[in-house]
T-cell receptor, first 114, second 114 residues
Framework: AQTVTQSQPEMSVQEAETVTLSCTYDTSESDYYLFWYKQPPSRQMILVIR??????QNATENRFSVNFQKAAKSFSLKISDSQLGDAAMYFC???????????FGKGTSLLVTP | NAGVMQNPRHLVRRRGQEARLRCSPM?????VYWYRQLPEEGLKFMVYLQKENIIDESGMPKERFSAEFPKEGPSILRIQQVVRGDSAAYFC????????????FGPGTRLTVT
């Protein structure tokens, strides 16, 4: 069974600063995808960034980047130049390439202070 | 292009009643996934459907829950004889193919059982 662990229930960052959210996962598969989803108070799930396990290069989307350590099964999300609109729950998720079900962690609540 | 539509957004049911949750996938998408989010938890996969077929219902509770995706019309998640423990947010996602890396999520239906 695949499990996704987010060890930080809550994180806080000041506006314009950088914050890193942690995620580890457990799998015996070699071909999979990893995702970070954002869930603002509206509860809409928004895809922030994805990483294919076969790619060594870390994914980047504007202010969002990941640190993917395949051997350590670690997939952290770095948010640079934090903005008030970044405040939300952030979920790490995993999906095996041959499958379809997303496995989510319990989430990290990010607070952004002015 | 309209996104994934779910209705109702909020649903209140008394114990023992039936709950029907509807999901209209994105245009051109024929694969639908249902997830449940219990309070303080991440999303959990429930069922995967294609038009007129249930592909995988391994995450569905064995009793009282059923899902369908007819040839015409939205996908329906039905919960019979609801209990307080069914209170949760139910999310629907859709994709163009089963191998698509991205699942597009709807805004969710928050079910409250009183």
């Amino acid at each position: 069974a695949q499990t996704v662990t987010q060890s930080q229930p809550e994180m806080s960052v000041q506006e314009a600063e950088t914050v890193t959210l942690s995620c580890t996962y457990d799998t015996s598969e070699s071909d999979y995808y990893l995702f970070w989803y954002k869930q603002p108070p509206s509860r809409q799930m928004i895809l922030v960034i994805r990483q294919e396990a076969y790619k060594q290069q870390n994914a980047t989307e504007n202010r969002f980047s990941v640190n993917f350590q395949k051997a350590a099964k670690s997939f952290s999300l770095k948010i640079s130049d934090s903005q008030l609109g970044d405040a939300a729950m952030y979920f790490c998720a995993y999906r095996v390439n041959s499958g379809y079900a997303l496995n989510f962690g319990k989430g990290t609540s990010l607070l952004v202070t002015p | 292009n309209a996104g994934v539509m779910q209705n109702p957004r909020h649903l209140v049911r008394r114990r023992g009643q039936e709950a029907r949750l509807r999901c209209s996938p994105m245009k051109g998408h024929s694969h639908v996934y249902w997830y449940r989010q219990l309070p303080e938890e991440g999303l959990k996969f429930m069922v995967y459907l294609q038009k007129e077929n249930i592909i995988d219902e391994s995450g569905m509770p064995k009793e009282r829950f059923s899902a369908e995706f007819p040839k015409e019309g939205p996908s329906i998640l039905r919960i019979q004889q609801v209990v307080r423990g069914d209170s949760a947010a139910y999310f629907c996602a859709s994709s163009q193919t089963s191998g698509s890396w991205e699942q597009y999520f709807g805004p969710g239906t928050r079910l409250t059982v009183t």
